[in-house]
Each structure stands twice: as structure tokens, then as C-alpha cells.
């Protein structure tokens, strides 16, 4: 009994220290029985990336908590371990190494991002044979001919594109423009924005990039106004959208604005001034794609499940678009038990299946669609809503 107190005590501890080391999840079962897995994360870097860190931490540690109380991993207790990187690909490759080859190895590895973490590691993670999820999706980490093991949980550009697609057409509107900026996210969402709505029947009258160290997109948006679009698809993050917004209003510019989801996840749009744009005339015509589980509904029980927990283990500082953690361990757990193993390659070929994916209790995606061939997550266009800018709450838009 007294052996029993202190495992549960430590557990207690470990729960609470939300940014420790390791965090003993749940009790109730064999001290040996573990299913190890560590999540890579900027905890220590500058500004945004580290409360994007914090929330991909938060949310794993979050799932654990709620798939330990219904049974763990195949039966065994999750263990997650956080290796804090410091969003530096060669820090990350040092403690994964480590990690690997320590006497604990872990049974999966997931990553907080940005996309550099995952290009640095998953071929490290691949040559251990461990299951990997990624929320940072490169140019190949989908491929399951090319990462068996590894399954991206952020959607791809092409799925933000054909959500929009859906939300233009509703609209009736017939043709729109597009600006962009020049980063690398920046440059394949436009250019599959562009191919996905005019396969789709819309005109794209104009598609402008832009430098994100510029100061003043009003040359760029004045070529886009000229073609006279019905919409205008606004892709940017952090400063750089007030750039956007301010050449907007400056050119006397009314037109509806679509945002994607980097200007969602731009803390100046949730914030009043003076630190934000929320509530003045130059967010009066956007409306932001996000995740449907990113706006709050007093009836989706699953997602706040998942909102409470992670409150009760931290302060939530970014939005639930960088919860995805919080879906791996629900996948892993469907796995598991459709596989009747915890065996790495046994649980990536239960992830290709739909039934495995149907089963998942996934809150921030509600369906992921991994197959034998692509293990990117293609979720179905309603995983997307599109709102108005509002405040931000413990990760949700209100």
C-alpha cells in the first residue's frame, strides 16, 4: 500500500510540472508496463514559437492523461518525456540521439514544429524503427514509402486550399485574388490556391507575393485591386498582416478578405489595440480559416474534455491549432488495441486502416485519413470553419 502512495504521489507531482523533464501521467498500472513517448519542443525559444511549443507539450501531455484513464497503450501506462530543443534542428538532433540510445527508448517521438525540427530528425527516428507523429509536415514526411513509420497530424496547403474552395463557392463569389508572402508555406499555398480554385471554377484575377521584411504591401495590393476581384485571399503571419491590413485600408479597399490560417494564429488579430487590430475597421471584412475545433461550442463535450484537461495541467498560450499532440495519443491508442500490439510497424499499418482512424476519439482534427500510400492527414474540408476575428480563450476563439 505504501509502495502504491508513492507512485501515486509521484505521478501527482510529475502531473502538475507541466514543463518538467518527464510527466508521470496516470497510475493504476505495472511500474514496468510503459509506453514511452518523447515530445520535442521549443519551450526555451523566442516569443511565439515557444507558447506554440508550450501548447504542442501541453496537448500531448493532455492526451496522455485522458488515454491513461481509459486503459493507456495497449495496456500500458503512457510516460511522456519533453526534451525541450529550443526550435534549433541540431539541439533537437543531440537530445533525440540521447533519448534513443539511453535505457529507456522511447516507443514514439512527436515534434511541436516548425518543419526544420522534423526534416532534421525524422530520418533519425526513422533508422530506430520508432513511431513518429509530426505537426511541422515537409516535403516528404508524408510519404510512407519514404517514412513508414511517421504520420503528419498538420494538414497539408492543398487541404487548406480546398476548404476554401468550399467556403468561396458558398459565397457565390466568382473570382478572387491572392496575395501571399515569401516564405516557403507562403509560396506552395499560393500556388496550389491558385490551381485548386480555378480548377474549381473561379477565376483567379491576380496572384501577388510579397517580401516578409517589407514594410509596405501597398504596390502589390494595388496590382491585385486593379484586376477587380469578388474576394481577396490573404495569406501572412505575425507583424507583417498589419502591413497587409494597413495598405488595404489605405488604398480605400472594401472587399471581403479571406484569411488562411497563419493569419489566424497572428496574435494581433485576437488582441484590441494597442497591441492588436481586434475590433477596428481593419478587420471588419476578414474572416480566418481555422480548425472547427479552434471556435468554441458549449456542446462539442470532446473538444472541451480536451480544452479542460490541458488547462488543469497549464495556461493554454496559443491556439488549439497547435493541439495536435493531443490527437496522437488518441491515434496510438486505437492503434494499439486494433493491432493488439504496441509494435511500432503493427501500429502504422492499424493507422492506414479507416476503421482505426474512425475509432480514434481525435478532438482538434475529427478525422484523419492516412492510407498505405500517404500518411499526410487529409482531413475532410468540414474539419474547417471559417469566422471574424474574436478574443482568444484558452486556446479558442469565442
Do not use: C
Not at 2 to 24: N, V
Not at 318 to 344: F, K, P, Q, V
Amino acid at each position: 500500500m505504501k509502495r502504491r502512495q508513492l507512485i501515486k504521489a509521484a505521478a501527482t507531482f510529475a502531473t502538475a510540472a507541466t514543463l518538467s523533464t518527464t510527466a508521470l501521467i496516470s497510475t493504476g498500472f505495472a511500474a514496468d508496463d510503459v509506453f514511452r513517448v518523447v515530445v520535442l519542443g521549443g519551450l526555451s525559444a523566442k516569443g511565439i514559437l515557444a507558447d506554440n511549443s508550450s501548447t504542442s507539450v501541453l496537448a500531448a501531455q493532455a492526451g496522455a492523461e485522458i488515454v491513461n484513464k481509459n486503459g493507456g497503450i495497449g495496456g500500458k501506462k503512457v510516460v511522456v518525456e519533453v526534451l525541450d530543443d529550443q526550435a534549433n534542428p541540431t539541439v533537437a538532433v543531440t537530445k533525440l540521439r540521447e533519448a534513443i540510445n539511453s535505457s529507456s527508448k522511447p516507443d514514439a517521438v512527436l515534434n511541436s514544429g516548425p518543419s526544420t525540427i522534423a526534416e532534421a530528425t525524422l530520418p533519425i527516428i526513422n533508422q530506430a524503427g520508432i513511431l513518429s507523429f509530426n505537426i511541422g509536415p515537409t516535403k516528404t514526411s508524408w510519404d510512407a514509402a519514404k517514412f513508414p513509420l511517421n504520420f503528419d497530424l498538420s494538414p497539408a496547403p492543398a487541404n487548406y486550399a480546398s476548404g476554401f474552395l468550399d467556403y468561396i463557392k458558398v459565397k457565390g463569389y466568382k473570382s478572387v485574388g491572392i496575395i501571399h508572402g515569401n516564405s516557403a508555406y507562403g509560396e506552395a499555398l499560393g500556388t496550389l490556391m491558385e490551381k485548386t480554385v480555378s480548377e474549381g471554377g473561379v477565376t483567379v484575377t491576380a496572384k501577388e507575393g510579397y517580401d516578409y521584411s517589407a514594410l509596405d504591401m501597398t504596390p502589390q495590393l494595388d496590382k491585385i485591386k486593379s484586376t477587380n476581384p469578388e474576394a481577396l485571399i490573404v495569406d501572412g503571419y505575425g507583424s507583417v498582416v498589419g502591413y497587409v491590413l494597413q495598405g488595404i485600408q489605405k488604398l480605400g479597399w472594401d472587399i471581403p478578405l479571406l484569411g488562411d490560417n497563419s493569419i489566424a494564429a497572428t496574435g494581433l488579430i485576437s488582441k484590441t489595440p494597442p497591441d492588436g487590430v481586434l475590433g477596428t475597421d481593419a478587420v471588419k471584412n476578414l474572416v480566418m480559416q481555422v480548425f472547427s475545433s479552434t471556435k468554441y461550442d458549449p456542446d462539442a463535450t470532446g473538444v472541451n474534455e480536451a480544452v479542460a484537461t490541458m488547462k488543469s495541467l497549464g495556461p493554454i498560450k496559443a491556439s488549439l491549432i497547435l493541439a495536435y499532440n493531443y490527437d496522437a495519443l488518441a491515434l496510438m491508442a486505437a492503434a494499439a488495441e486494433a493491432a493488439g500490439s504496441t509494435d511500432a510497424k503493427a501500429m502504422a499499418a492499424a493507422l492506414e486502416t479507416d476503421a482505426v482512424t474512425t475509432a480514434a476519439k481525435t478532438e482538434i482534427l475529427k478525422k484523419y485519413n492516412f492510407s498505405k500510400e500517404s500518411h499526410a492527414a487529409n482531413p475532410s474540408n468540414d474539419s474547417f470553419a471559417f469566422i471574424a476575428p474574436s478574443e482568444l480563450k484558452d486556446g479558442q476563439y469565442q
